[in-house]
């Protein structure tokens, strides 16, 4: 989706950006990500959002295998930083948002806020070609992303747009069957922190061929 705003490097994004901890959920650049936002502190950072004219939120997991001694969730280090690049107001109070991936983060500090959502102090330096569309596409082996695929709607019975599919650039591809995959948060982590497009792809494929081999082997006739 084409932005009102032009973020060319790190250095166009500030250095403190509101934090939505959301398990499960995988934001990438240039990918949608739809929010129902209903909670009151959530609320407020839309609205924060809005108001303060970067209308970032930042997308982050919270890591549950390492706990924090507060009633906070740990956070993981890495993020993804999203525009509000749509909105709608319910008539119920809550707020339909669609964020738009700009680059990947790394937590610095979480910082001691007066307001109910989280804070942080990130850096986007580490991640320099997340701002280029399309860096590193031609490394990826698309026909081993579309094997995946073919064999993960066979075995759930699902129909694709594959005229869609065909037509969409590698980056577009690869980043959206992650946002959509349903694996848990370690492996969207580990997705969202690849090294790399192509580096992705491949975790995604391996993700896929493991479901894949799980769904096999429960259909084998066990041996007596």
């Given at each position: 989706m084409p932005m009102n705003a032009v973020y060319r490097g790190p250095v166009d994004l500030p250095e403190v950006i509101p934090v939505f901890p959301l398990p499960g959920a995988l934001l990438l650049?240039?990918?949608q990500m739809p929010l129902n936002i209903f909670e009151p502190r959530y609320l407020a950072m839309v609205d924060d959002a809005l108001r303060d004219g970067h209308r970032l939120i930042g997308m982050i997991q919270p890591d549950t295998a390492h706990p924090k001694p507060d009633d906070k969730p740990q956070l993981y280090k890495i993020g993804?930083?999203?525009?509000?690049?749509?909105?709608?107001?319910?008539?119920?109070?809550?707020?339909?948002?669609?964020?738009?991936?700009?680059?990947?983060?790394?937590?610095?500090?979480?910082l001691k806020v007066s307001t109910d959502y989280r804070q942080c102090?990130?850096?986007?330096?580490?991640?320099?070609?997340?701002?280029?569309?399309?860096?590193?596409?031609?490394?990826?082996?698309?026909?081993?992303?579309?094997?995946?695929?073919?064999?993960?709607?066979?075995?759930?019975?699902?129909?694709?747009?594959?005229?869609?599919?065909?037509?969409?650039?590698?980056?577009?591809?690869?980043?959206?069957?992650?946002m959509m995959s349903p694996y848990?948060?370690?492996?969207?982590?580990?997705?969202?922190?690849?090294?790399?497009?192509?580096?992705?792809?491949?975790?995604l494929v391996a993700l896929t061929e493991i479901e894949l081999a799980k769904n096999s082997n429960s259909g084998e006739t066990p041996l007596q």
């Open positions: 650049p240039r990918g993804c930083a999203g525009r509000i690049t749509q909105l709608a107001e319910s008539g119920d109070g809550r707020y339909l948002l669609e964020l738009t991936g700009v680059a990947r983060f790394r937590v610095e500090q979480e102090r990130v850096t986007f330096a580490p991640f320099a070609d997340d701002f280029v569309a399309r860096k590193g596409e031609d490394a990826v082996d698309r026909d081993a992303l579309l094997r995946a695929l073919r064999g993960f709607l066979k075995v759930n019975n699902l129909k694709a747009d594959w005229d869609g599919i065909e037509n969409a650039p590698n980056e577009a591809l690869v980043n959206a069957l992650a848990g948060p370690p492996e969207k982590q580990a997705m969202l922190e690849a090294m790399d497009l192509k580096s992705r792809a491949e975790i």
